[in-house]
């Protein structure tokens, strides 16, 4: 059973700093891809940050030049360091993984609320 498993969100100050975690497993299948979305309160789902098996990353325009999307390969895991954050990055996080380019699955999230 596949499960992807995050953590570090929490609470923190605008201008602060956060590094969310997704740790993957439970698949025989190589990892295509993996991605951060993030849902804030009374918006849709928006995609933040999405890396590929071969480091290929790309960023939604409103958190390029603060956030950075890197992995682990040998721990199936990847990253999210979130920096300059502001009171519109709060939202609950969720990690998002494409195993051999056609199953994906998604994590239980996590909570990141940014005060001013």
């Known amino acids: 059973q596949v499960q992807l498993v995050e953590s570090g969100g929490g609470l923190v100050q605008a201008g602060g700093s956060l590094r969310l975690s997704c740790a993957a497993s439970g698949s025989r299948f190589s990892i295509t891809a993996m991605a951060w979305y993030r849902r804030a309160p009374g918006k849709q789902r928006e995609l933040v940050a999405t890396?590929?098996?071969?480091?290929?990353?790309g960023y939604a325009e409103s958190v390029k030049g603060r956030f950075t999307i890197s992995r682990d390969n040998a721990k199936n895991t990847v990253y999210l360091q979130m920096n300059s954050l502001r009171p519109d990055d709060t939202a609950v996080y969720y990690c998002?993984?494409?195993?051999?380019?056609?199953?994906?699955?998604w994590g239980q999230g996590t909570q990141v609320t940014v005060s001013s």
């Open positions: 998002h993984a494409i195993y051999a380019s056609r199953y994906a699955y």
């Open positions: 890396i590929t098996s071969g480091d290929s990353t």
